[in-house]
Nanobody, 120 residues
């Protein structure tokens, strides 16, 4: 089992910046990848960024060049640095951890979410 706790959300003006943090606890040594997803009102949850144990990263096209995902393995924490924020970045941001059972199956763990609102 893995527990995830997000922090760092809030209200920011367009063009502003925020940094989200996600603290993991429990079976953290088993985690293969961590990432951030977001869900806007009336829309499906979508992948924002992911980072593997090896440090490989992947981003949604809509955030490339503006968002940076990183992790501190010693602290079991993953970060999402967001700059040049746009109103369309508004949503609830969820931290995610994946533990692979085999090459296909994996267990998903989710945090409770943190609200990001980009508005003037």
């Amino acid at each position: 089992q893995v527990q995830l706790v997000e922090s760092g959300g809030g209200l920011v003006q367009p063009g502003g910046s925020l940094r989200l943090s996600c603290d993991a606890s429990g079976s953290t040594a088993s985690i293969n990848a961590m990432g951030w997803y977001r869900q806007a009102p009336g829309k499906q949850r979508e992948l924002v960024a992911v980072i593997t144990n090896g440090g490989r990263t992947n981003y949604a096209d809509s955030v490339k060049g503006r968002f940076t995902i990183s992790r501190d393995n010693a602290k079991n924490t993953v970060y999402l640095q967001m700059i040049s924020l746009k109103p369309e970045d508004t949503g609830v941001y969820y931290c995610n951890a994946k533990i692979f059972r085999d090459s296909v199956k994996f267990d998903n763990y989710w945090g409770q979410g943190t609200q990001v609102t980009v508005s003037s």
